[in-house]
């Protein structure tokens, strides 16, 4: 899927204007967006970056895009970021690389959102292959836990090496769950998640996402508007 991959994040880095201040996402996907303003940035083109985690940081800094902080930066021209689904609606789960606390305060903070992705992440519902991942405070994850259960899902820790439990940026741990039908109703599992003490975020988005850049394998690019 690198083709695709690449194909996506160079076509969706041609959104980006002079003088923009851009939210930069997380994920495989999103490294060739950075490789792709890099080359720009070298070229001339003046841009300040927000980075959704520790590891875009690093990778961004590395290749040389100038960065601020989101209290820096206030309100952001435009983030591009990944997804690990999206649907026809444009409703997504992110977070498969741990940053959807960050990634959903970015993007909210954007006045416009494109997001890349090849083919296989774009489904007619969400959650049925891919787990939805929820970010929870250590302290309250079996109650959540229990939460969870009761909704009719499955959650599951996710482990870092030597089965300790992975950690956010943040400090917190992150249950993988399953919902046997998958996602029936983005918008209200949304809700009804952010109403149970002990989660900080979910991996929904609802209404986040503007623009969709889908690669493919032959190296093209096609652009969806939401």
Do not use: C, W
């Not at 975020?201 to 623009?211: P, T, Y």
Request: charged letters at 25%; hydrophobic letters at 45%.
């Amino acid at each position: 899927m690198s083709h695709a991959k690449k194909a996506a994040g160079h076509r969706a880095a041609e959104f980006v204007e002079d003088g923009m201040t851009l939210g930069l996402g997380t994920g495989s996907t999103v490294f060739f967006v950075l490789e792709a303003l890099a080359d720009r940035v070298q070229g001339g083109l003046q841009i300040r970056g927000v980075p959704t985690s520790l590891d875009t940081q690093r990778v961004a800094g590395e290749f040389g895009i100038p960065l601020v902080t989101l209290d820096e930066a206030l309100e952001l021209d435009l983030t591009i970021d990944g997804a690990d689904e999206i649907d026809p609606a444009f409703h997504m789960i992110k977070g498969g690389g741990g940053a959807l606390l960050r990634e959903k305060i970015v993007a909210r903070a954007s006045k416009r959102v494109v997001i890349v992705a090849d083919s296989g992440k774009v489904v007619e519902r969400l959650g049925l292959k891919f787990l939805l991942p929820i970010e929870v405070v250590p302290f309250a994850r079996q109650v959540v836990t229990r939460e969870l259960e009761g909704l009719g899902a499955t959650p599951v820790m996710r482990i870092a090496g030597k089965d300790e439990p992975y950690l956010t940026d943040n400090g917190n741990q992150i249950l993988d769950t399953r919902f046997k039908n998958g996602i029936e109703d983005p918008p209200a599992l949304e809700r009804t998640l952010a109403a149970i003490p002990g989660i900080v975020e979910s991996g929904i988005f609802v209404d986040l996402a503007h623009v969709l850049v889908v690669g493919s394998e032959n190296g093209e690019a096609e652009v969806r508007e939401r």
